[in-house]
């Protein structure tokens, strides 16, 4: 039986100001990725969504980035990677707090963003990412692009690990996601969308953005929670693999 965790990157809410459709995508998200106040989210935000999380028994994994709130954590910054490390166990141990404060456990870790990005080539970047999350919650599995540095240096340093592949972005020939400032990085199409995941998930493949088609085994799909219509395009998503015969689980299920 063909088994996929479904991921969203939610709680980016932040004071007065309302991102994406939280509410809607729990419903059918198998994964949690909860902003962890750098990039976006706040407390008040963090306790909320992993509260919730906790209440409809969706797995919990925080979603550091460059502490970047203007940029949504979408600029590289200029960081050392003993910064890069020390700002990741900041993020990392928060979310971990409200966990233990909700009596759950931290399923995983997933970059957000531009450290996201810059770990799937980047040694240095992705081994101090691998030491953070080692270093403040061991058992946590790593999320991070399909055969990318930042799943390697994971493994090298003994985390669990599981490979993401992405329902709403494109690929290069060489299997990293297409830069944003390229006009075609982004789907929005529902079907296009629809057709990348089960092209991914029932035939481990996906094709580039030049056309070509590349290998793809992925364990979990990410849907942005500040995508246009993700709750609705997730819906459907799901609804539809399962007539494939496709079960959902988070990650820390299937082992």
């Known amino acids: ?24 995508l729990f419903q059918n998200i198998t994964s949690a990725n909860i902003a ?7 407390y008040n935000v963090m306790q909320t969504s992993v509260a919730l999380a906790a209440e409809r ?12 709130l203007h940029g949504f954590g979408r600029r590289v910054l200029d960081m050392s990677v003993r910064e890069i ?3 990741l166990v900041y993020q990392i141990g928060a979310l971990k707090a409200f966990c233990d404060v909700n009596g759950i456990s931290l399923q995983h ?6 450290l996201y990005n810059k770990g799937t080539s980047d040694v240095k970047v992705a081994a101090a990412i691998a030491e953070a999350v080692y270093d403040v919650a061991p058992q946590a599995f790593l999320y991070g692009l399909a055969g990318s540095e930042l ?3 994971g493994y090298k340093i003994g985390l669990k690990t599981a490979a993401e592949a992405f329902a709403d972005r494109t690929y290069t020939e060489e299997g990293y996601l297409t830069n944003r400032s390229h006009p075609h990085s982004v789907l929005s199409d529902r079907d296009v969308i629809l057709e990348q995941v089960k092209q991914i998930v029932l035939h481990k493949k996906v094709r580039t953005v030049t056309g070509s088609w590349i290998s793809l085994d992925a364990k979990t799909i990410c849907f942005h929670g500040d995508g246009q219509n993700a709750a609705a395009i997730t819906h ?15 990650v820390g299920d299937m082992t």
């Open 236 to 250: 459907l998503i799901r609804t539809e693999l399962e007539k494939d015969g496709v079960t959902f689980q988070s």
């Open 57 to 68: 028994g969706i797995a919990v994994g925080a979603h550091p980035g460059y502490p970047d």
């Open 85 to 87: 490390y020390n700002c």
């Open 36 to 42: 962890c106040g750098f990039h976006a989210g706040d």
């Open 151 to 153: 799943l390697k240096q």
């Open 109 to 114: 870790v997933k970059p957000h963003g531009a």
């Open 1 to 24: 039986m063909m088994k996929i965790d479904i991921n969203a990157d939610v709680g980016e809410s932040y004071g007065v100001f309302k991102i994406g459709e939280d509410q809607h």
